[in-house]
């Protein structure tokens, strides 16, 4: 049977959605003092990969798929997501929203 290819178009939104539900174990959230993330699940610093388009957006909370350690602890394939989706999509790992 041929199954049809369907795009998100535009609604980037679903693709990093359904990213969170992949990846909710490497969620991290911009410290406060905007030096470092860190992991949700650790607490561990780490560092958006200077290759990667975000690395000089600050964004407050991404997933990532990967860790990479050079000169520190680079996530490597970062996507921005909502720190409320965390909660929402993984009820059973996220009660609250940090």
């Not at 369907?6 to 679903?14: F, N, R």
């Not at 350690?69 to 996507?79: A, D, E, Q, S």
Request: proline residues 4%; contains cysteine; hydrophobic residues 40%.
């Amino acid at each position: 049977a041929k199954v049809a290819l369907v795009s998100c178009g535009s609604e980037h939104t679903q693709v990093a959605r359904c990213l969170v539900t992949a990846f909710y174990a490497n969620a991290a959230s911009l410290s406060p003092d905007g030096r470092c993330y860190k992991v949700e699940s650790s607490s561990e610093e780490v560092f958006i990969h200077p290759t990667s388009s975000l690395f000089q957006r600050r964004a407050r909370t991404v997933v990532f798929d990967q860790l990479m350690l050079t000169t520190k602890m680079y996530m490597r394939n970062c996507t921005v997501i909502d720190m409320a989706w965390l909660p929402e999509l993984v009820p059973s790992v996220y009660s609250t929203v940090s």
